[in-house]
Structure formats: structure tokens, C-alpha cells
Nanobody, 125 residues
Framework: QVQLAESGGGLVQAGGSLTLSCAAS????????MGWFRQPPEKEREFVAA???????KYADSVKGRFAISRDNAKNTLYLQMNSLKPEDTAIYYC???????????????????WGQGTQVTVSS
């Protein structure tokens, strides 16, 4: 069983930065694709970024150039560095584990099996 725990959310002014972390336990973290999703108020969960076991990455157009996903396999931790934050980035952010050994990047929530509890990010204007 995989367990994921996000941290690092908070309140920040527009233009500011935050770094989210996701600590993973339970399996060989380095062999699996990981992703970040977010759910704005009264909207559906949406893809933000993903990083494959090999290190290749993919981003939603809305965050490209502002956010950076990375992983530290020695620490079993996933990161999301968020810069130039905008009010429309306000959401609950979730990390997710795609349960396919050496799997490719996925951008839909249904492709991910395990989820963290989420961390709130609020960007004020």
C-alpha cells in the first residue's frame, strides 16, 4: 500500500512563490510516475504536472514556465516549485502515484491510483 502526504501549502500574495512537497512510502518510489493535480473551488480536479520514473516531465499549459516538478528518489519525495503565482492558481493541490511500474506520464486523474490528502494553496490579489 502506498501512502502520500503533501505539505507546503499556504497563503501567498500574487507574484509570490511556494514549494509543495509530497512524501511517499510503501513501494519503490523511483520506478513510478508521479503527478500533481489541483482542484479549484467548485471545479473538477485538473492536471498540473507529472514526472516519469526516468525524469521526463509534462506541464499543463496554464503553469508552463512558472511551475517546476522534481523528485528526490533518495528521499522518496516529490516537489512542485510554484513561482509567479496568480489568484487563479488557488486550489487544493494533490500529489498522485501512477501504479504502473515504469509507466509513462499520464494527465488524467483516472490514470493515478494513490492520492494524498491535499494541501490548500491560496493566492491573494
Amino acid at each position: 500500500q502506498v501512502q502520500l502526504a503533501e505539505s507546503g501549502g499556504g497563503l501567498v500574495q500574487a507574484g509570490g512563490s511556494l514549494t509543495l512537497s509530497c512524501a511517499a512510502s510503501g513501494r519503490a518510489f523511483s520506478s513510478y510516475t508521479m503527478g500533481w493535480f489541483r482542484q479549484p473551488p467548485e471545479k473538477e480536479r485538473e492536471f498540473v504536472a507529472a514526472i516519469a520514473w526516468r525524469g521526463d516531465t509534462k506541464y499543463a499549459d496554464s503553469v508552463k514556465g512558472r511551475f517546476a516538478i522534481s523528485r528526490d528518489n533518495a528521499k522518496n519525495t516529490l516537489y512542485l516549485q510554484m513561482n509567479s503565482l496568480k489568484p487563479e492558481d488557488t486550489a487544493i493541490y494533490y500529489c498522485a502515484w501512477k501504479n504502473l511500474l515504469y509507466g509513462s506520464i499520464g494527465i488524467t486523474p483516472s490514470q493515478y491510483t494513490y492520492w494524498g490528502q491535499g494541501t490548500q494553496v491560496t493566492v491573494s490579489s
